[in-house]
């Protein structure tokens, strides 16, 4: 079982009915479990305040020159935008809500031992108002193939046809991530894959209506509309095994849930408001500041570029090697939390260099600091941009763990 709900409320089931125990608040747990077990892993991954506040003004700068907010999420070409302003009626609510449940639910291991070219990629248009073909690798691999299905007329993101083996076989699932005729692998972890969107969407099916706007509409019920972020990603950790990103150091548990994180944050992303209409979120109405970064293999890449990590001789070796590091080994457990703690410490840094301004405050958040890196590194890797104006250091190949978590 996953860790009770905390933070204002537990949602407490006992005999499949819900109530409501009132608490008083506390920190996100992936925040206080990563921070509890980083002296035990210093001699692996460590902390460098002084580059935090550095790479922090860097940051900082660079979303404003960008004009990187939150609805910068619909700009994306491959994304599945929703109807705005949000229409709780309009199909498209429904169709975007199941693509973001779906994408969240496969959001892993897209590393690949081969060169572009090479590796798994999925050919397809290179936006939703294009009709150029482009092939696309890594994350946006998993959003072309999605999208790929959904243009063949495959209703591929509905709970109710993926939940099925019979109306959406195992051998249908492996045609729509048929890779592109250069490509020498398949996507990774397929069996894995499929396993986990009849987990998903039998659930989804049982429990919630058969689709992620019914989980919401549930959440909704359930907190009267005053539900915080943390608490919808304890609820899809509570009820979905294969979001529940979490391990053992010694006697303690260390809470990651990095796929239920971003579900939360791209929901929130997706349908953020515009600002000359309304200041509401239709789903988040306290933002999503109790979140965390989503520890991955590619966001520590940039943080240890930009020194605000600083990995042992030994580490660096082990990533430079290309080595494999299993789930839940000290090396990997030790990168994943130091970056959490470090956006953390970065986004403090934000906050205050914010203070007095006219900033949006619904940006100055760990999700938006995560997206942000996540982009940049993209960027370094294909060659499109590199970082300038603040000390970096020679960047690394990004930390090797082939797992479902991320």
Same mark, same amino acid.
């Given at each position: 079982?996953?860790?009770?709900?905390?933070?204002?409320?537990?949602?407490?089931?006992?005999?499949?009915?819900?109530?409501?125990?009132?608490?008083?608040?506390?920190?996100?747990?992936?925040?206080?479990?990563?921070?509890?077990?980083?002296?035990?892993?210093?001699?692996?991954?460590?902390?460098?305040?002084?580059?935090?506040?550095?790479?922090?003004?860097?940051?900082?700068?660079?979303?404003?020159?960008?004009?990187?907010?939150?609805?910068?999420?619909?700009?994306?070409?491959?994304?599945?935008?929703?109807?705005?302003?949000?229409?709780?009626?309009?199909?498209?609510?429904?169709?975007?809500?199941?693509?973001?449940?779906?994408?969240?639910?496969?959001?892993?291991?897209?590393?690949?031992?081969?060169?572009?070219?090479?590796?798994?990629?999925?050919?397809?248009?290179?936006?939703?108002? +294009?009709?150029?073909?482009?092939?696309?690798?890594?994350?946006?691999?998993?959003?072309? #193939?999605?999208?790929?299905?959904?243009?063949?007329?495959?209703?591929?993101?509905? @709970?109710?046809?993926?939940?099925?083996?019979?109306?959406? @076989?195992?051998?249908?699932?492996?045609?729509?991530?048929?890779?592109?005729?250069?490509?020498?692998?398949? *996507?990774?972890?397929?069996?894995?894959?499929?396993?986990?969107?009849?987990?998903?969407?039998?659930?989804?099916?049982?429990?919630?209506?058969? +689709?992620?706007?019914?989980?919401?509409?549930?959440?909704?019920?359930?907190?009267?509309?005053?539900?915080?972020?943390?608490?919808?990603?304890?609820?899809?950790?509570?009820?979905?095994?294969?979001?529940?990103?979490?391990?053992?150091?010694? +006697?303690?548990?260390?809470?990651?849930?990095?796929?239920?994180?971003?579900?939360?944050?791209?929901?929130?992303?997706?349908?953020?408001?515009?600002?000359?209409?309304?200041?509401?979120?239709?789903?988040?109405?306290?933002?999503?500041?109790?979140?965390?970064?989503?520890?991955?293999?590619?966001?520590?890449?940039?943080?240890?570029?930009?020194?605000?990590?600083?990995?042992?001789?030994?580490?660096? #070796?082990?990533?430079?090697?290309?080595?494999?590091?299993?789930?839940?080994?000290?090396?990997?457990? #030790?990168?994943?939390?130091?970056?959490?703690?470090?956006?953390? #410490?970065?986004?403090?840094?934000?906050?205050?260099?914010?203070?007095?301004?006219?900033?949006?405050?619904?940006?100055?958040?760990?999700?938006?600091?995560?997206?942000?890196?996540?982009?940049?590194?993209?960027?370094?890797?294909?060659?499109?941009?590199?970082?300038?104006?603040?000390?970096?250091?020679?960047?690394?190949?990004?930390?090797?763990?082939?797992? *479902?978590?991320?």
């Amino acid at each position: 079982m996953a860790r009770p709900l905390t933070k204002d409320t537990h949602l407490i089931f006992e005999n499949n009915n819900e109530k409501l125990v009132e608490e008083l608040p506390i920190e996100n747990p992936v925040l206080t479990s990563t921070r509890s077990c980083q002296k035990q892993l210093s001699d692996l991954v460590t902390l460098n305040v002084d580059a935090v506040r550095l790479a922090a003004v860097y940051i900082h700068n660079k979303m404003l020159a960008e004009t990187y907010i939150p609805s910068t999420w619909r700009s994306h070409p491959l994304h599945l935008n929703p109807p705005m302003p949000y229409q709780p009626e309009h199909s498209g609510t429904r169709q975007t809500l199941d693509w973001i449940f779906l994408v969240s639910s496969l959001n892993f291991s897209f590393w690949s031992e081969y060169e572009d070219g090479q590796r798994f990629g999925v050919e397809w248009k290179r936006s939703w108002e +294009s009709n150029d073909r482009h092939v696309w690798t890594g994350y946006w691999s998993l959003l072309a #193939a999605i999208n790929r299905a959904l243009d063949n007329k495959i209703p591929i993101t509905d @709970p109710s046809f993926y939940a099925s083996s019979i109306r959406c @076989p195992d051998e249908l699932i492996a045609q729509i991530f048929m890779p592109h005729k250069d490509s020498k692998e398949q *996507i990774p972890l397929l069996v894995d894959r499929i396993r986990i969107m009849r987990e998903v969407g039998q659930t989804l099916c049982a429990n919630f209506e058969g +689709s992620y706007q019914g989980l919401l509409r549930r959440f909704h019920e359930i907190y009267a509309g005053q539900g915080t972020a943390l608490q919808l990603v304890e609820m899809v950790v509570e009820f979905f095994p294969s979001f529940r990103d979490q391990t053992r150091l010694e +006697s303690q548990t260390i809470f990651f849930w990095k796929r239920a994180q971003i579900l939360v944050a791209e929901t929130w992303a997706a349908f953020y408001p515009d600002p000359g209409l309304t200041t509401k979120h239709p789903f988040f109405p306290h933002g999503v500041h109790d979140l965390t970064m989503f520890a991955d293999y590619r966001v520590p890449q940039i943080l240890h570029h930009l020194q605000v990590i600083t990995y042992s001789p030994a580490v660096v #070796a082990a990533l430079e090697a290309g080595k494999l590091l299993p789930s839940g080994s000290r090396e990997e457990i #030790a990168i994943r939390s130091a970056s959490i703690l470090a956006v953390d #410490a970065i986004r403090n840094e934000v906050v205050r260099l914010s203070l007095g301004g006219d900033r949006d405050v619904e940006a100055l958040n760990s999700v938006m600091i995560d997206f942000w890196l996540w982009e940049m590194a993209k960027r370094i890797e294909c060659g499109s941009e590199n970082i300038t104006d603040v000390s970096t250091t020679t960047i690394l190949s990004p930390h090797r763990t082939r797992s *479902i978590w991320y």
